[in-house]
């Protein structure tokens, strides 16, 4: 289903809609904006993901013991020791 609905653009984005158009890249104004829309929303989609991935990581680190600062720096230079990168500056 789709809707006719009204949107205001800048003379600048006309143009550049409107020369895609007529490169043959859309077939139509509506195609352009719709296209916009459905990366913007798959942008957001991907932003938010990424957040939630975020806060899951945080709130797995908070519900964890602590690691005091010495202790965290021991571990990463172990963890490079193990990957071959001592030369590192931690």
Do not use: C, W
């Amino acid at each position: 289903m789709t809707v006719k609905t009204s949107i205001s653009l800048t003379d600048e984005q006309e143009a550049y809609a409107r020369g895609l158009v007529e490169a043959g890249h859309y077939p139509s104004l509506s195609a352009v904006i719709q296209r916009g829309l459905e990366v913007l929303r798959h942008e957001t989609e991907a932003r938010d993901l990424e957040l939630e991935a975020l806060r899951l990581l945080i709130d797995q680190r908070l519900a964890g013991p602590f690691v005091d600062l010495e202790e965290g720096i021991a571990e990463i230079r172990a963890l490079r020791r193990r990957k071959g990168n001592a030369g590192s500056s931690l």
